[in-house]
């Protein structure tokens, strides 16, 4: 087995979590921030707000239902450890955008009508594929799936979501620097330990490449949906709010359309998979373009 | 410092390359808690954040791939070093990126 399995324990991630970043968190961030009052006063804002953030619960609801099912689909003590920790990372995941939901005025009673009436059905359907693998106790799927296509997804997702809200809501890129700094450990588990199983089942390398050229596409079509739904920026022209000039990747996304911000995330996410799969010896599959 | 490590060494250069390019005398460093407090106290100061693309790093610092943390040594780092990044738990391996600049990549 390979050493560095030795570092995944809960004392290490008692450490780095609860005693690191998270130290005096409350739903991942500073005690006493809320949400601006540009946002919560404005409808459209508001409402923009909540569709991306029930994403963000979907998403994190799927990585809790495939962290916690691969435990007993994982071949070693140590990666079912490793996925006990993701399990209480992905829960709390889904617990701090559950909260943000309550902080942008959804009532509790109206939670999952709400998830319902916002959730894209693109990624509905992504997390599905993932989950069939879970189901069926599929660890190399699984593990490629979640913590290498959707969690590297994720990274790049909340990177610039977290660039796009450093200055106007620092409550809510506060959340989401928690959250970056659990997948740095969940992608790094893909890669390093699906790496070296990948190396003595070779014959598992068609299926998982077929898996996340599906993935892809559903991801690509929620990315296409999401900025077409989007009307903040529309919002923030009309009531003469200053976009904030923030880089991801080069560009200021102030300056940038909300097609040429997808075109940006998507080839980011794409490039991230083609370079992340390459490290584990898998061939990215390119998807139609939705 | 009361916990026991982790892993055997606080220091993230598991391996010295001490051929061809790596001859001479290596620079040291001191290295100062940058506030990165992602990983357990004592390893702290061995990573920092990365401020993105374009960005130069020190002859002591080279970028995660994986997890686009910024490791660094008390050393000046060399092609051939081994390096071990803790907030993702990748091990790699210190090459000369096409520009000139230091990379670390994966060793497989
Ligand atoms: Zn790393």
New interface residues.
Partial sequence: MND?L????I??WL??CP???L?DTQFGHRGGENEPSFLIDNEVLREDAIRTTVQLVVGERCALSASSGLINAAPDEASRRFLATQTLDEARHVEVFTQRLYDLGVRKADLETTVERYANPNLVKFAEILLEKVDRKDFFCGVVGQNIVLEGMAFSVFEMMHAMNGAQNPKFAHTLSGTI?D???H???G??RI?SLL?EHPEKKSEIERMQRDMSWFMLATFAEAFRENRTDAELDRIGFERSHA?F??ADLAELSLEEMEGLLANTVLGEFK??LS?I?LEYQSPPRP | MN?AP??AAPEPVLAIERSGEAAGERRRYELEDTGF?????RFRRFYRRWG???EVLAPNEVLC?????VIRSTRELRPGDHVF???????LVVVRAADGSLAAT?P?
């Avoid at chain 1, 030795?6 to 324990?9: I, L, N, R």
């Fill in positions: 560095f030795g570092a995944y324990s004392q290490h450490e780095s005693q690191g970043y130290e700094a997948e740095r450990r992608v790094g588990f890669e390093n790496g190396r880089t990747h080069g370079t992340r490290r010896g | 916990a982790a892993i407090n992602e990983v357990p106290k993105g693309p374009g791939p994986v997890c686009k943390v990044c803790l907030p993702c738990m990748s091990k994966s497989h």
